[in-house]
């Protein structure tokens, strides 16, 4: 029998979760002995392979991160959505409250580290900024929630451990983690 594929994707987040996943320490050879880890943020891919389970970390802020959402979902059994920003949208929906030009000028030419003289903001060079930052599930069907800023290592474990036992996982109030 083969083993479950897996597919992680970074999105619009700061990599926490998948630093939570590292930390499961040593069980993570455990683990590699029962899934095959296909794509991760890491990892140079063109496209998803076709996958057991797919993990988002981040929220959706850009047209290019809807569609690696909508690819993974097209691609995987199974879809979860790993910490906050996946999850509620997390810190990145705090621009939710400006105009995105607005955003674009505080990014690009009114931080204290830009260096742009002439102003320029960028073009069709970077994807385009949705009107607000969103959870994954507002547009793609999420099967598994880890919530947690960032999810334990713990949590992630059992999420793991429950998918390769047959059920899909639903995260005990106890494990969840916000701080």
């Known amino acids: 029998m083969s083993k479950p594929k897996v597919a992680t994707v970074w999105l619009e987040a700061c990599a926490g979760c998948h630093m939570s996943f590292l930390d499961i320490d040593e069980r993570i050879i455990n683990l590699l002995d029962l899934v095959e880890i296909t794509a991760t943020?890491?990892?140079?891919?063109?496209?998803?392979?076709?996958?057991?389970?797919?993990?988002?970390?981040g929220a959706l802020g850009n047209e290019e991160e809807v569609h690696l959402a909508k690819e993974m979902r097209k691609k995987c059994k199974i879809l979860i959505a790993w910490g906050d920003c996946a999850v509620f949208g997390g810190i990145n929906c705090m621009r939710n409250f400006a105009k995105v030009e607005d955003v674009l000028k505080e990014g690009y030419?009114?931080?204290?580290?830009?260096?742009?003289?002439?102003?320029?903001?960028?073009?069709?060079?970077?994807?385009?900024?949705?009107?607000?930052?969103i959870p994954v599930d507002y547009e793609v069907k999420v099967d598994v929630y880890v919530p947690g800023c960032p999810p334990d290592a713990d949590?992630?474990?059992?999420?793991?451990?429950?998918?390769?036992?047959?059920?899909?996982?639903?995260?005990?109030?106890?494990?969840?983690?916000?701080d």
């Open 41 to 57: 943020p890491i990892t140079d891919f063109k496209e998803f392979p076709e996958v057991t389970v797919g993990v988002i970390e």
């Open 109 to 133: 030419i009114n931080t204290v580290s830009t260096v742009n003289p002439k102003g320029i903001l960028p073009g069709e060079d970077i994807p385009k900024l949705l009107p607000h930052a």
């Open 155 to 178: 949590t992630i474990y059992y999420v793991f451990e429950e998918i390769l036992q047959g059920r899909i996982p639903k995260v005990p109030v106890d494990m969840m983690r916000y």
